[in-house]
């Protein structure tokens, strides 16, 4: 089942004190040093989506895609279980990305102008074409890669990344933390970014994943 929405043309409209989202929003502002945004045609390109069966919903406005479910919009790939569509009469679109929680959601966009990419998943993800927000819910993760390497890396509960400013929120989810994310922490990995002329080295092996920690004074393994 293929379906295609086109939007119209359309102009692009322009934490809190605790230690977690301090955190989150220096990993925030380190992430996006390089000042680049989301491929700013995306948001003008039509949304193609595959999908085993399609239901719509005519009082709704809704359409329905459902079985390994395929967006693509410009350099957007979005895939799932399931994604609900909701296209106003302006053409704006907002897409609500189901996974699992074994196989979450993913979503991928290229950087404008440059050879990186913006990978994230979770097991709800919903996009907003008009704002050009992004909303990761459920073992939410974002990562920045530079050609073929992975350069930084987010974890929380919940990650809501705005495409057009490069500016993202990660909430670890409390000090009771969820079923997704038990420790209720943030964690991140912070590449630096290369001197100007220079090619960052390729690691011989891939990078350490994140776990965990069952208290900040836990000693490394």
Same mark, same amino acid.
């Given at each position: 089942m293929n379906a295609s929405f086109v939007p119209q043309n359309t102009m692009m409209p322009s934490m809190t004190s605790d230690l977690t989202r301090?955190?989150?929003?220096?990993?925030?502002? #380190?992430?996006?040093?390089?000042?680049?945004?989301?491929?700013?045609?995306?948001?003008?390109?039509?949304m193609n989506?595959?999908?085993?069966?399609?239901?719509?919903?005519?009082?709704?406005? $809704?359409?329905?895609?459902?079985?390994?479910v395929v967006l693509t919009k410009g350099t957007i790939i979005m895939r799932g279980v399931k994604i609900e569509v909701q296209q106003d009469a302006q053409g704006n679109q907002v897409g609500v990305l189901t996974g699992t929680s074994e196989v979450p959601g993913f979503f991928r966009q290229k950087r404008?102008? #440059?050879?990186?990419?913006?990978?994230?998943?979770?097991?709800?993800?919903? =996009?907003?074409?008009? $704002?050009?927000?992004?909303?990761?819910?459920?073992?939410?993760v974002l990562r920045r890669y530079r050609g073929p390497q992975i350069n930084d890396e987010s974890r929380g509960s919940q990650? +809501? =990344?705005?495409?057009?400013?490069?500016?993202? $929120? +990660?909430?670890?989810?409390?000090?009771s933390g969820s079923a997704a994310n038990p420790s209720g922490r943030v964690r991140a990995m912070l590449t630096p970014i290369p001197a100007?002329? $220079?090619?960052?080295? +390729?690691? &011989?092996?891939?990078?350490?994943?994140?776990?965990?920690?069952? &208290?900040v004074n836990e000693k490394s393994r």
């Open positions: 301090f955190a989150a929003v220096l990993a925030a502002a #380190l992430f996006s040093m390089g000042l680049a945004h989301g491929e700013a045609a995306d948001r003008d390109k039509p989506i595959e999908a085993d069966a399609l239901r719509y919903d005519e009082a709704r406005q $809704t359409s329905i895609f459902t079985g390994n404008e102008g #440059l050879d990186e990419w913006i990978e994230g998943e979770g097991v709800r993800i919903e =996009y907003d074409s008009k $704002t050009e927000i992004v909303r990761f819910d459920g073992k939410a990650i +809501v =990344y705005n495409s057009a400013t490069e500016v993202f $929120t +990660v909430n670890g989810g409390g000090s100007e002329g $220079t090619t960052p080295a +390729v690691p &011989s092996a891939p990078p350490a994943q994140l776990r965990p920690s069952g &208290s």
